[in-house]
């Protein structure tokens, strides 16, 4: 009996986290959510740069990044919970790096930033693991439309790049070698030159 009420409390709970985050829908349907493009050869050097001068680590041939804005309302609701319950989510999502995508792909590189502020969310705030793009250098570079659970992209080493608007899940990470050509191939409309 013990056990189905633990089920049904976590279930509940789950519900909460994923209403919480529902903005994403709200504000791109899935056609829009995402585009295409390719990166510039001045901003692929810059963007390769700042990242090496910024974490001092040598870039593997795909880079993803996650970048969080100042004065986010994704995670308000999950704000409203314990300290404990919120750190569970900072500590997974590390786990979730380290064995689901940098054990499993030996030659990508996962950065998350954030825009400089105070007005974040504790999930945000609270990771350590995140770097605070205090220049604003990669924000004016890829990230100046601001979305609400902030946004990703993955850069491949030949300058092509997938571009994930309010990517509150760091989906980003999910996506298969298969899904990302897929995804690259597709002939659309939302394909830029950054």
């Given at each position: 009996?013990?056990?189905?009420?633990?089920?049904?409390?976590?279930?509940?709970?789950?519900?909460?986290?994923?209403?919480?985050?529902?903005?994403?829908?709200?504000?791109?349907?899935?056609?829009?959510?995402?585009?295409?493009?390719?990166?510039?050869?001045?901003?692929?050097?810059?963007?390769?740069?700042?990242?090496?001068?910024?974490?001092?680590?040598?870039?593997?041939?795909?880079?993803?990044?996650?970048?969080?804005?100042?004065?986010?309302?994704?995670?308000?609701?999950?704000?409203?919970?314990?300290?404990?319950?919120?750190?569970?989510?900072?500590?997974?999502?590390?786990?979730?790096?380290?064995?689901?995508?940098?054990?499993?792909?030996?030659?990508?590189?996962?950065?998350?930033?954030?825009?400089?502020g105070n007005k974040l969310n504790k999930?945000?705030?609270?990771?350590?693991?995140?770097?605070?793009?205090?220049?604003?250098?990669?924000?004016?570079?890829?990230?100046?439309?601001?979305?609400?659970?902030?946004?990703?992209?993955?850069?491949?080493?030949?300058?092509?790049?997938?571009f994930l608007r309010s990517d509150s899940?760091?989906?980003?990470?999910?996506?298969?070698?298969?899904?990302?050509?897929?995804?690259?191939?597709?002939k659309s409309k939302r394909s830029r030159?950054?």
């Amino acid at each position: 009996m013990k056990k189905h009420f633990l089920y049904f409390i976590s279930l509940i709970i789950l519900l909460i986290f994923v209403e919480s985050c529902s903005t994403t829908a709200q504000l791109y349907d899935d056609k829009n959510r995402a585009y295409t493009g390719l990166l510039r050869d001045s901003t692929f050097t810059v963007l390769k740069q700042y990242l090496t001068n910024t974490t001092n680590l040598k870039l593997k041939d795909t880079i993803i990044i996650k970048y969080n804005y100042n004065n986010e309302t994704c995670w308000n609701i999950l704000d409203q919970k314990e300290d404990s319950y919120i750190m569970s989510f900072v500590t997974g999502y590390k786990e979730r790096v380290q064995r689901r995508v940098l054990a499993a792909r030996q030659n990508v590189s996962v950065f998350n930033f954030r825009e400089p502020g105070n007005k974040l969310n504790k999930i945000i705030k609270w990771d350590n693991s995140i770097l605070i793009d205090s220049s604003k250098q990669l924000f004016n570079l890829l990230f100046k439309e601001r979305c609400i659970c902030g946004s990703s992209i993955i850069a491949l080493p030949d300058k092509r790049f997938i571009f994930l608007r309010s990517d509150s899940h760091t989906d980003v990470l999910n996506l298969t070698q298969k899904q990302i050509e897929e995804i690259l191939n597709k002939k659309s409309k939302r394909s830029r030159t950054l």
